[in-house]
């Protein structure tokens, strides 16, 4: 056995503890001096030095093979202007000594920080590029798509190219592909991608564990699993538990752009909650519209920069409601991605629809939930959905989002205070890679609703913020409500898992601002470290 002591460990709100049994994957007792009295001479000890615990981060939507893939891309998050891409894009192609035979495939650009010129790249600037290598390029949301010339060529598009999974194959006034596919339309490329093997896969995974330990992660929700690629992608996650090298544990949302997949999922037996404490299938994942940064979130009115457009429905409203009834008829949890107001409220009718009325007992939840009037958040608090919410996006949308939506729609959204308040069960999550999926950044932002600049001074609607007790406990204790695991996940109290980390500074006092900063000590899982940082010096093990 393990005796913690002499720490600021978080049991509840405005409640804590000193000292913490753990045995081997469990904890076993909380509490103080009298603890340490009891449990000191059979138990190696460990002085924690006054430093503050809370439990495991658990990011409750990210993309984790994305990101463990996204960081051997072509970094382009970073670039401010479209000359700056095409400058880095062509280095990174003379350095890898890529040709025709290849496919330079990467993500992350943001139209919205180029200094020079705010559009979408299209085939004529990546052709500046190159225009023998095929190349993709995907928006940091990745709702967008970029294409040169010479990709557009190995993917056969034409005048009659269209998407089956929704979106849009743009063209030019000519009918001619631009080489922006935006929503489902990006599978079109995705056959053409040069495929990763088994071990490259699994080592990127392992790496990509290693920098979530580091930075408190020890649950995530992940959204990997995806039509055609869910047996292949599922069977990553299982052999590295075979392996017995997941220093995560995991809950598989499985995504279905296409519908043809869903029938043959259910068909091969997979049943909601099958698996284990490290790695466990979870929801049906939809979605219902694009995004704010890209004007393919659905709204009910147009865009104020944009009076022509409406935003994106990738479903229509009958096709989500049959959708959502034969996950729910298998018993299966459901999210679906809603940003947009239009978006939002098709998914409460669909959940509407399936439920008829009957209590949320599955923990239906609506992903995103960022444009919404007083209407949706009135019928998700009255319904009792999940929102599961990523307060870091306020970082890339207070700047565009007063000329995307106007002020009066504007003052109704990014509800996460609203929402808290109101008893909704939220979680707090990343989408990663669209962003990185550092969590005190993100808990920066929900309690000071500022940009990571520390702008505006004042917070954008800062009456939604919410305090750092709901905002850890949305990483951590809803994250594990979501996926019905409150019971073992989630707090440090006797009976949970022992999932835990030791962070330098007390996240509960110091000034707001410096929340961002916080850096993680330690981390263990099921009783096991398993990121200690170097050179610290927060244990005094006797």
Same mark, same amino acid.
């Given at each position: 056995?393990?005796?913690?002591?002499?720490?600021?460990?978080?049991?509840?709100?405005?409640?804590f503890a000193?000292?913490?049994?753990?045995?081997?994957?469990?904890?076993?007792?909380?509490?103080?001096h009298?603890?340490?009295?009891?449990?000191?001479?059979?138990?190696?000890?460990?002085?924690?030095?006054?430093?503050?615990?809370?439990?495991?981060?658990?990011?409750?939507?990210?993309?984790?093979?994305?990101t463990?893939?996204?960081?051997?891309?072509?970094?382009?998050?970073?670039?401010?202007?479209?000359?700056?891409?095409?400058?880095?894009?062509?280095?990174?192609?003379?350095?890898?000594? $890529?040709? &025709?035979?290849?496919? =330079?495939?990467?993500?992350?650009?943001? #139209?919205?920080? *180029?200094? /020079?010129?705010?559009? +979408?790249?299209?085939?004529?600037?990546?052709d500046?590029?190159?225009?023998?290598?095929?190349?993709?390029?995907?928006?940091?949301?990745?709702?967008?798509?970029?294409?040169?010339?010479?990709?557009?060529?190995?993917l056969?598009?034409?005048?009659?190219?269209?998407?089956?999974?929704?979106?849009?194959?743009?063209?030019?006034?000519?009918?001619?592909?631009?080489?922006?596919?935006?929503?489902?339309?990006?599978d079109?490329?995705?056959p053409?991608?040069?495929?990763?093997?088994?071990?490259?896969?699994?080592?990127?995974?392992?790496?990509?564990?290693?920098?979530?330990?580091?930075?408190?992660?020890?649950?995530?929700?992940?959204n990997?699993?995806?039509?055609?690629?869910?047996?292949?992608?599922?069977?990553?996650y299982?052999? $590295?538990e &075979?392996?017995?090298? =997941?220093?995560?544990?995991?809950?598989? #949302?499985?995504? *279905?752009? /296409?519908?043809?997949? +869903?029938?043959?999922?259910?068909?091969?037996?997979y049943?909601?909650?099958?698996?284990?404490?490290?790695?466990?299938?979870?929801p049906?994942?939809?979605?219902?519209?694009?995004?704010?940064g890209?004007?393919?979130?659905?709204?009910r009115?147009?865009?104020?920069?944009?009076?022509?457009n409406?935003?994106?429905?990738?479903?229509?409203?009958?096709?989500?409601?049959?959708?959502?009834?034969?996950?729910?008829?298998h018993?299966?949890?459901?999210?679906?991605?809603?940003?947009?107001?239009?978006?939002?409220?098709?998914?409460?009718d669909?959940?509407d629809?399936?439920?008829?009325?009957?209590?949320?007992?599955?923990?239906?939840?609506?992903?995103?939930?960022?444009?919404?009037g007083?209407?949706?958040?009135?019928?998700?608090?009255?319904?009792?959905?999940?929102?599961?919410?990523?307060?870091?996006?306020?970082?890339?949308?207070?700047?565009?989002?007063?000329?995307?939506?106007g002020?009066?729609?504007?003052?109704?959204?990014?509800?996460?205070?609203?929402?808290?308040?109101?008893?909704?069960?939220?979680?707090?999550?990343?989408?990663?890679?669209?962003?990185?999926f550092?969590?005190?950044e993100?808990?920066y932002?929900?309690?000071?609703?500022?940009?990571?600049d520390?702008?505006?001074?004042?917070?954008?609607?800062?009456?939604?913020?919410?305090?750092?007790?709901?905002?850890?406990?949305?990483?951590?204790?809803?994250?594990?409500?979501?996926?019905?695991?409150?019971?073992?996940?989630?707090?440090?109290?006797?009976?949970?898992?022992?999932?835990?980390?030791?962070?330098?500074?007390?996240i509960?006092?110091?000034?707001?601002?410096?929340i961002?900063?916080?850096?993680?000590l330690?981390?263990?899982?099921?009783?096991?470290?398993?990121?200690?940082?170097?050179?610290?010096?927060?244990?005094?093990?006797?």
């Amino acid at each position: 056995m393990k005796l913690y002591t002499n720490g600021k460990i978080y049991v509840e709100r405005e409640q804590f503890a000193t000292a913490m049994l753990v045995d081997e994957d469990y904890i076993k007792v909380v509490g103080n001096h009298e603890l340490v009295e009891a449990y000191q001479h059979q138990s190696e000890v460990i002085d924690l030095k006054g430093k503050t615990v809370v439990p495991g981060m658990n990011d409750s939507h990210l993309h984790f093979l994305m990101t463990a893939e996204y960081l051997d891309m072509l970094k382009i998050t970073d670039v401010t202007s479209m000359k700056a891409l095409i400058e880095r894009s062509k280095e990174y192609i003379e350095d890898k000594g $890529l040709t &025709e035979k290849d496919f =330079l495939y990467t993500e992350g650009w943001n #139209q919205n920080y *180029f200094t /020079d010129i705010q559009k +979408i790249p299209d085939r004529t600037d990546l052709d500046k590029i190159s225009t023998t290598v095929p190349i993709a390029m995907v928006r940091v949301d990745r709702h967008i798509m970029s294409l040169n010339s010479k990709a557009i060529e190995r993917l056969k598009l034409t005048k009659d190219s269209v998407s089956q999974n929704g979106g849009e194959v743009q063209k030019d006034a000519q009918g001619e592909p631009t080489g922006v596919l935006t929503e489902g339309a990006m599978d079109l490329v995705r056959p053409f991608l040069p495929e990763a093997s088994v071990e490259t896969r699994k080592l990127q995974l392992k790496k990509a564990m290693k920098l979530a330990n580091s930075l408190g992660l020890t649950s995530m929700h992940t959204n990997d699993a995806k039509d055609e690629t869910i047996e292949e992608t599922l069977s990553l996650y299982r052999e $590295l538990e &075979e392996e017995q090298a =997941l220093t995560v544990r995991f809950y598989q #949302q499985i995504w *279905f752009n /296409d519908a043809t997949y +869903i029938q043959p999922f259910f068909d091969k037996g997979y049943m909601f909650g099958q698996g284990s404490f490290y790695n466990k299938i979870g929801p049906i994942k939809y979605f219902s519209d694009g995004t704010l940064g890209a004007r393919t979130a659905a709204m009910r009115e147009s865009y104020s920069d944009d009076p022509e457009n409406l935003g994106i429905e990738t479903k229509s409203q009958k096709q989500l409601n049959e959708e959502v009834k034969i996950a729910v008829d298998h018993g299966f949890q459901v999210i679906i991605h809603g940003i947009g107001d239009k978006g939002v409220e098709r998914i409460l009718d669909a959940y509407d629809e399936a439920l008829k009325g009957k209590p949320n007992d599955l923990r239906l939840g609506v992903n995103h939930m960022q444009i919404t009037g007083r209407d949706l958040v009135d019928r998700v608090i009255d319904r009792g959905y999940l929102t599961y919410v990523q307060p870091i996006f306020l970082n890339d949308d207070i700047p565009i989002v007063l000329s995307r939506i106007g002020k009066e729609r504007a003052e109704t959204s990014y509800a996460f205070g609203t929402l808290a308040r109101a008893g909704v069960h939220q979680s707090f999550s990343s989408d990663a890679p669209i962003v990185s999926f550092d969590p005190w950044e993100n808990i920066y932002s929900a309690v000071t609703r500022k940009r990571l600049d520390g702008t505006p001074e004042e917070g954008f609607l800062p009456e939604e913020a919410v305090d750092i007790y709901t905002a850890i406990d949305a990483y951590t204790y809803e994250s594990a409500y979501a996926s019905f695991e409150e019971g073992i996940k989630g707090r440090i109290k006797p009976g949970q898992l022992a999932d835990f980390i030791v962070i330098d500074q007390d996240i509960f006092t110091c000034d707001p601002m410096k929340i961002k900063d916080t850096q993680v000590l330690a981390t263990i899982v099921g009783g096991k470290e398993v990121y200690k940082k170097e050179n610290s010096n927060e244990e005094n093990r006797s």
